[in-house]
């Protein structure tokens, strides 16, 4: 089993800055892929960023320059750095993983962007 625990939501203006973290506990060896998905009101959820065990980072073409992933190994987490947020950046966001033939979800934390 593994466990995921977001952090680092919050309310910010357009332009600004929000860095969410995603603390990972249980089977971690385990996990091959692990990252952050999003969802807006009345859309599905999508990827947004993540890391594969061979080190490949993925992005949505949709943040691209803007998001950065990244993570300790040491601290068990995971981070989303979002600069330039926008509006449409507004959504819930998710931790993920994926592990043996499982996966993990957080319980999300908000992001809100005003304008």
């Known amino acids: 089993q593994v466990q995921l625990v977001e952090s680092g939501g919050g309310l910010v203006q357009a332009g600004g800055s929000l860095r969410l973290s995603c603390a990972a506990s249980g089977s971690i060896s385990s996990i091959t892929v692990i990252g952050w998905y999003r969802q807006a009101p009345g859309k599905q959820r999508e990827l947004v960023a993540n890391?594969?065990?061979?080190?490949?980072?993925n992005y949505a073409d949709s943040v691209k320059g803007r998001f950065t992933i990244s993570r300790d190994n040491a601290k068990n987490t995971v981070y989303l750095q979002m600069n330039s947020l926008k509006p449409e950046d507004t959504a819930v966001y998710y931790c993920n993983a994926y592990y043996l033939r499982n996966q993990s979800w957080g319980q999300g934390t908000q992001v809100t962007v005003s304008s």
């Open positions: 890391i594969i065990s061979d080190g490949r980072i």
